[in-house]
């Protein structure tokens, strides 16, 4: 984080972490904000970090509870958003591979936690570790439009976004950031009018057109993995978070993800990519949608596109 964006963090949300008194040498809002960075960016125990600064581990538990708490109620919605500039988004994503009208890239990450000490049996995931399902949505910019952090492991990708507000918007045409907006994702997620995904129907064939199709779908969904591969080399603590309670868990994830996206809109010009090859493809779910053939049309259509 640079000190622009540490001075950012300090002017939002120094009044709301303020200790009342300076009884007992109470942590000051600069040094709670840089205590919680420093947990965050390295990934290691509460007592290693509290030695390193002098803090006991209980202040170091509290402050990054704290500051992560009101990351997440103060600044995670209005960070995680679409930008206003919608058409460029939709060109952002067009110069990657020449697929018109995408809005974003979305997958899922499975986030490793403690076992929890209530329905541990849920959390455990396909790999046999206890886990948070994180869905996000990325743009070409590697920034992140949409979060949905509130289930286990063991819940699947098409259900997490099922269960989402982004869902309930674009489902039921409540709102896109842009007329005929699409979202594109693996084949984990159902097919939908707004929603493409490598699971091309029978009907359409594998012609030429579908085949560049799918390649240029797989080069432009590549943004939301390398995006997921930035976030986790930013904040080493998601590669394993230490907590047992998954409330805790997902209140730290999402202040993660709205700490990756100020870092990326207050220093633009860094834009390393680091590969991500922790999300593995998933076999699709069957949900009945009475939209199916709407869907499959809009694909053909697009599709066709490529001709």
């Not at 009044?15 to 300076?22: D, M």
């Amino acid at each position: 984080m640079s000190v622009m964006s540490v001075q950012y963090l300090l002017e939002r949300l120094g009044p709301s972490i303020a200790h009342p008194t300076n009884c007992n040498e109470a942590l000051t809002p600069l040094q709670q904000i840089l205590l919680t960075l420093h947990w965050l960016g390295s990934g290691c125990q509460y007592h290693g970090v509290g030695s390193m600064h002098g803090v006991s581990k209980s202040s170091i538990c509290r402050c990054v509870n704290r500051v992560c708490t009101y990351i997440s109620q103060q600044l995670l919605g209005e960070e995680v958003v679409w930008p206003q500039n919608a058409n460029a988004v939709a060109e952002g994503f067009f110069a990657i591979a020449g697929m018109p009208r995408i809005a974003g890239a979305i997958d899922g990450t499975l986030i490793p936690i403690e076992a929890p000490s209530v329905n541990e049996e849920s959390f455990v995931d396909r790999k046999g570790l206890h886990s948070i399902n994180v869905m996000l949505v990325a743009g070409a910019d590697y920034r992140f439009y949409a979060i949905n952090s509130n289930f286990p492991g063991s819940v699947h990708d098409s259900r997490v976004l099922q269960c989402s507000h982004m869902y309930n918007k674009w489902q039921n045409e409540l709102w896109r950031p842009f007329p005929g907006a699409i979202v594109i994702g693996d084949s984990a997620y159902p097919l939908k009018k707004w929603l493409f995904t490598p699971n091309i129907p029978a009907s359409i064939g594998e012609g030429r057109a579908a085949n560049i199709f799918l390649a240029k779908l797989k080069k432009t969904r590549q943004v939301v993995e390398c995006s997921l591969g930035q976030l986790k080399e930013i904040f080493p603590c998601l590669n394993g978070l230490r907590l047992k309670t998954p409330i805790s868990c997902a209140i730290v994830i999402n202040a993660c993800v709205t700490l990756y996206n100020i870092r990326k809109r207050m220093s633009p010009e860094i834009n390393s990519v680091f590969q991500n090859d922790d999300n593995d493809v998933e076999d699709l779910e069957i949900h009945e949608d009475h939209n199916a053939n709407d869907a499959v049309e809009d694909l053909r259509s697009y599709i066709n596109f490529f001709n």
